[in-house]
């Protein structure tokens, strides 16, 4: 079945860098933009930007340019998002999402990972 | 970007019908009819509900339903069940490939 599975749960200290994997099966990972949105505790859902995994092409939030990278490694259908000079801000559940529509990006995610808890503390 | 707005929350009885909002502006929700809505138990990822404001992905009862009206698109649970206990957000498309998402709404089932 189609299917998103995350890597687990990280700690990191103020200003590190942390990178979540999210591994697609089920379908061809290169059809479908992968998107990242995040979700601190007892808040709502942030979007983060996608990537385009055929192509690599990505588009970020506003919020997070200059500090995310999202990229993708077509020989293991696998999404990355790195996320550098971490603050206790960012610690928040962090999920990927497959967009619905085949070859480009449409309004709406059908398919979600598990979460990766990233907990940022000193 | 700002966020869109719903309801913190919102209640009804078993089968009743209710009906969350989601307020954005004429650059997102207004402009587009790209606007989707998550269902979100406690504990796990979001669930998708509905795509292009009224759409219904298979397997999604048709007591979910949504709409639109200017600014300010709708979700609505009719035959309201214990199991639709849980958190909804509404997302739309912000143009420039963006995306936003509402604050949330947590829906008490009485």
């Known amino acids: 079945q189609v299917q998103l599975v995350q890597s687990g749960a990280e700690v990191k200290k103020p200003g590190a860098s942390v990178k979540v994997s999210c591994k697609a099966s089920?379908?061809?990972?290169?059809?479908?933009?992968m998107h990242w949105v995040r979700q601190a505790p007892g808040q709502g859902l942030e979007w983060m930007g996608w990537?385009?995994?055929?192509?690599?092409?990505?588009k970020y939030a506003q919020n997070f340019q200059g500090r995310v990278t999202m990229t993708g490694d077509t020989s293991n259908s696998t999404a990355y998002m790195e996320l550098s000079r971490l603050t206790s801000d960012d610690t928040a559940v962090y999920y990927c999402?497959?967009?619905?529509?085949?070859?480009?990006?449409?309004?709406?995610?059908?398919?979600w990972g598990q979460g990766t808890m990233v907990t940022v503390s000193s | 970007q700002s966020a869109l707005t719903q309801p913190a929350s919102v209640s009804g009885s078993p089968g009743q019908s209710i009906t969350i909002s989601c307020t954005g502006t004429s650059s997102d929700v207004g402009f587009y009819n790209l606007v989707s809505w998550y269902q979100q138990h406690p504990g796990t990822a979001p669930k998708f509900m509905i795509y292009?404001?009224?759409k219904r992905p298979s397997g999604v009862s048709n007591r979910f339903s949504g709409s639109k009206s200017g600014n300010t698109a709708s979700l609505t649970i009719s035959g309201l069940q214990a199991e639709d206990e849980a958190d909804y957000y509404c997302c739309s498309y912000a143009g420039s490939s963006t995306f936003v998402f509402g604050g949330g709404t947590k829906l008490t089932v009485l």
């Open positions: 292009e404001v009224n």
């Open positions: 999402a497959r967009d619905r529509r085949w070859g480009s990006s449409s309004d709406a995610f059908d398919i």
């Open positions: 990537i385009n995994p055929n192509s690599g092409d990505t």
């Open positions: 089920g379908y061809t990972f290169t059809g479908h933009y």
